[in-house]
């Protein structure tokens, strides 16, 4: 129950493509839901969180959509580009005196120029 | 500023040495993590600590023993390790703030273990 089940492990698409990134979760008690980029080397950035009272939100070109009763929420990129080749991990968490972060397997992103 | 740094950025020890990783936070965070990463493989949680408390280990074998000095530091001191300890180690922070969140990670250190 404490899983986070992501989908696909890999995805390649062409530059301006739409790629996305579906995850989906058992636990009702998790009330927030981040997106984490990472690149070969370096360490997991934020790039967009979201919480379940909201079903989408937007920053840059990336969306996230959330679907509270199908207990999913995926990650879109818009008008992608090869520098947004990386690995892609959704997370789920909830507060109990501490942040427990669980995360999903991981997307490896390929977009070709 | 949203930076977690950590130290130093590569390491290689061998089975018997004594070494310690470092972390350094100056965002106010009042929790802070540390995370073991194998290649392909997602951050996987070895402690918390909440308020300069550990306050979750996740079962974490004793040769790894975190340390929080400050609200701002963060150590992870290694002894007798095994090569499969070998792995990236990520230290992050994060701070509650009207239900969000936010959870930022350092760089890491490449840990190698001969």
């Known amino acids: 129950q404490q899983q986070v089940k992501q989908s696909p492990q890999s995805l390649i698409v062409q530059k301006g493509g739409i790629p996305i990134i579906n995850c989906a979760y058992e636990n009702t008690a998790f009330d927030y839901f981040p997106w984490y980029q990472q690149f070969p080397g370096k360490g997991p950035a934020l790039l967009i969180a979201?919480?379940?009272?909201?079903s989408e939100k937007k920053e840059g070109r990336f969306t996230i959509s959330f679907n509270k009763s199908a207990k999913q929420f995926s990650l879109h990129i818009m008008d992608s580009q090869p520098g947004d080749s990386a690995t892609y991990f959704c997370a789920a968490s909830m507060f109990a005196g501490a942040q427990k972060l669980v995360f999903g397997q991981g997307t490896r992103l390929t977009i070709n120029p | 500023d949203t930076e977690v740094t950590q130290t130093p950025k590569h390491l290689v020890m061998g089975m018997t040495n004594k070494k310690s990783l470092k972390c350094e936070q100056h965002m106010g965070h009042r929790a802070m993590y540390w995370y073991k990463q194998k290649a392909k493989k997602p951050p996987e949680l070895m402690f918390v600590y909440s308020y300069e408390k550990l306050s979750i280990n996740e079962s974490v074998p004793s040769r790894f023993s975190p340390e929080c000095p400050n609200s701002s530091l963060l150590n992870l001191h290694l002894h007798a390790l095994q090569p499969e300890d070998s792995a990236l180690y990520l230290c992050a922070s994060s701070q509650e703030l009207a239900g969000w969140y936010e959870q930022y990670f350092g760089p890491g250190t490449r840990l190698t273990v001969t």
């Open positions: 979201i919480r379940p009272d909201v």
